[in-house]
């Protein structure tokens, strides 16, 4: 791919940062986990915490187009993971749910599937969504996530899920039993 062209700026250009090394850069293992466990310990509604790109920086910033989307595009999935599971209902679970659900968009980020990167590209070329702080279309966003996590993935998310709420049923019942003996 030699260009792409942006409204402003050439979006994908061979002398910078590929969309592939850019990807690497983002979600490679040490800069999610880092992230995640930013998010983790920032405040509810905080959606950029994580967003340290440490030795990456330099690179990233040779294509600031390409940053900025990426930025928006990982602020946007952390978001709409959150919002997704919280429309679950899972009480106690929810936290859990999320944290595992980063966990395996991390990997499965890290590894793309050649149709997952096929489409994350396609997400970064669509100018319509880059014009805010985060990406506001969910069925986007639910889209790649469909694509990044596999069914086992989100059975280990409500698997977390349901461990977490039979944790806190057995705290309670135990709880409980202790008061009346």
């Known amino acids: 791919m030699s260009q792409v062209q942006n409204s402003d700026t050439t979006l994908f250009d061979d002398d910078a940062v590929t969309p592939q090394r850019a990807m690497e850069l983002l979600f490679g293992e040490d800069s999610l986990e880092r992230a995640v466990q930013i998010e983790d310990e920032a405040e509810v509604g905080v959606i950029g915490a994580g967003l340290d790109w440490g030795n990456a920086m330099p690179k990233l910033m040779l294509n600031p187009t390409l940053f900025g989307r990426l930025t928006t595009l990982r602020i946007s999935l952390n978001l709409e993971v ?59 966003l639910r889209s790649l996530l469909k694509v990044l996590l596999t069914e086992s993935d989100w059975q280990a998310i409500a698997l977390s899920a349901s461990d977490e709420i039979r944790k806190q049923v057995m705290y309670q019942v135990n709880e409980s039993q202790a008061i009346t003996a």
């Not at 929810?94 to 396609?122: D, G, Y």
């Open 82 to 140: 959150r919002l997704l599971i919280e429309t679950w209902n899972l009480g106690i679970g929810t936290k859990i749910a999320t944290t595992t659900a980063r966990i395996h968009i991390k990997q499965r980020l890290q590894s793309p599937t050649p149709e997952a990167e096929q489409h994350l590209q396609a997400v970064l070329l669509q100018d319509d969504l880059y014009g805010e702080e985060f990406i506001r279309n969910s069925e986007v």
